[in-house]
């Protein structure tokens, strides 16, 4: 069982930066694929980013490319998103998830654990 938490959101102007963080509780964290997902008002959950437990497979939305970054520290049980260059259309609440698996997934559906989401707001 894994819980996940996480912070970082807030109101930024756009052109500016946040970072998010994703505590997680547990000790298998650095054996969880990690993601990050997004949800706008009035839209489906969509995939943002995702690390594998090792770090060495990165994927991200072509949306997202170039401005933000995943990462992860296992000795701190966390996985970060650094945001850049944000645009409105950035704006959504934003969910990590962990999946305990090998591989890394884009899909929602694939992983098994949610945090309660923290909302990134980029105003024009």
């Known amino acids: 069982q894994v819980q996940l938490v996480e912070s970082g959101g807030g109101l930024v102007q756009a052109g500016g930066s946040l970072r998010l963080s994703c505590a997680a509780s547990?000790?298998?964290?650095?054996?969880?694929?990690m993601g990050w997902f997004r949800q706008a008002p009035g839209k489906e959950r969509e995939f943002v980013a995702a690390?594998?437990?090792?770090?060495?497979?990165?994927y991200y939305a072509d949306s997202v490319k170039g401005r933000f970054t995943i990462s992860r520290d296992n000795t701190k049980n966390t996985v970060y998103l650094q945001m850049n260059s944000l645009k409105p259309e950035d704006t959504a609440v934003y969910y990590c998830?962990?999946?305990?698996?090998?591989?890394?997934?884009?899909?929602?559906?694939?992983?098994?654990?949610w945090g309660q989401g923290t909302q990134v707001t980029v105003s024009s």
């Open positions: 547990g000790r298998s964290f650095s054996t969880y694929a």
């Open positions: 690390i594998s437990w090792t770090g060495g497979n990165i």
């Open positions: 998830a962990a999946d305990p698996t090998i591989r890394v997934f884009t899909t929602a559906g694939e992983y098994d654990y």
